[in-house]
């Protein structure tokens, strides 16, 4: 499963995938509905059923503009 965090630089917030920059956003709320959406998404498609397992649903990090937890 991926791993989701969301990095703030500057005045965006940035999704990032693994390490990989996805997307940016203006407002933290929408990234973070984002990847809530995304991380569900992906487990139901590996359940297999229509119904997601929520405890497979990780939520997301976020990390300040120096990359550290704040």
Not at 4 to 9: D, G, N, P, T, V
Not at 11 to 32: G, H, M, P, T
Not at 53 to 60: H, L, M, N, P, Y
Request: net charge positive; aromatic share 6%.
């Amino acid at each position: 499963m991926a791993r989701y965090s969301i990095r703030k630089l500057g005045s965006e917030y940035v999704v990032l995938v693994d390490d990989q920059s996805i997307l940016r956003f203006k407002s933290r709320r929408k990234a973070e509905k984002l990847v809530a959406e995304a991380a569900e998404l992906l487990s139901v498609q590996s359940a297999g059923s229509a119904e997601p397992d929520q405890s497979t649903v990780k939520g997301a990090k976020l990390l300040d503009g120096e990359g550290r937890f704040p």
